[in-house]
């Protein structure tokens, strides 16, 4: 099966930069996403990271490591848009490659 | 084109009854998933369709839980008896195949049962 942790709750500062982490215990792994939800909407596509290292798209960037199981987001100049709930997700491997299975997400919170 | 409908968008329903939830897909898209999230809670897969096949059922909840694609296009997800426990709001995406990373959600249909 498959596990997958992530921080509850974050707080940064408008103009700041803040890190979310995620690790997974995976029985097959098959690439990792996040995606981004606001309060009462549906989850948008972010990143996807199937290799190791860094895949950077504007101000988001995304880090995997497959040997630790980790990963991470980062969001650079943090803009009050931006406090929403952060989905860190594993993909299944072969017959299972449809299937990915969510975090609980990390809700950020961004402050003036 | 048109992105992921879904409908009802809210749903509310009497223990004991059936429901049904109806999901129309991006246009060409042939993978269609439905997930459900309880409120805080991160998504829970429930099935996904390749076509109008069903590869991996192994996240229904329970046999009172049931999907159906036809067409290749909309999806339909009946709770059968519903309980208490099934209130969430249920989640449908699609990507161009399953090979795709990149899904696209719906709205969700947002389900209380009383």
């Known amino acids: 099966g498959q596990n997958i942790d992530q921080p509850t709750e974050m707080t940064a500062t408008e103009g700041a930069i803040v890190q979310i982490n995620c690790t997974y215990q995976?029985?097959?792994?098959?690439?990792l996403f996040w995606y981004q939800q606001h309060a009462g909407e549906a989850p948008t596509f972010l990143s996807y990271?199937?290799?190791?290292g860094l895949e950077e798209k504007g101000r988001f960037s995304s880090f995997l490591s497959r040997s630790k199981g980790y990963s991470y987001l980062l969001l650079k100049e943090l803009q009050m848009k931006d406090s929403a709930s952060y989905l860190c997700?594993?993909?299944?491997?072969?017959?299972?490659?449809?299937?990915?299975?969510f975090g609980d997400g990390t809700t950020l919170t961004v402050k003036p | 084109g048109a992105g992921v409908s879904q409908s009802p968008s809210n749903k509310v329903t009497e223990k004991g009854k059936d429901v049904e939830l109806r999901c129309d897909p991006i246009?060409?898209?042939?993978?269609l998933y439905w997930y459900r999230q309880s409120l805080g809670q991160g998504l829970e897969f429930l099935i996904y369709?390749?076509?109008?096949?069903?590869?991996?059922k192994s996240g229904l909840p329970s046999d009172r839980f049931s999907a159906e694609r036809t067409g290749g296009s909309v999806s339909t997800l009946t709770i059968q008896r519903t309980q208490q426990e099934d209130s969430a709001v249920y989640l449908c995406?699609?990507?161009?195949?399953?090979?795709?990373?990149?899904?696209?959600f719906g709205p969700g249909t947002r389900l209380t049962v009383t």
């Open positions: 995406a699609s990507s161009f195949d399953q090979t795709s990373y990149e899904q696209y």
């Open positions: 995976t029985s097959g792994f098959n690439g």
């Open positions: 246009s060409g898209h042939t993978a």
């Open positions: 997700a594993v993909r299944g491997l072969n017959t299972n490659a449809g299937k990915s299975t």
């Open positions: 369709f390749q076509g109008n096949s069903a590869p991996d």
């Open positions: 990271n199937v290799l190791d």
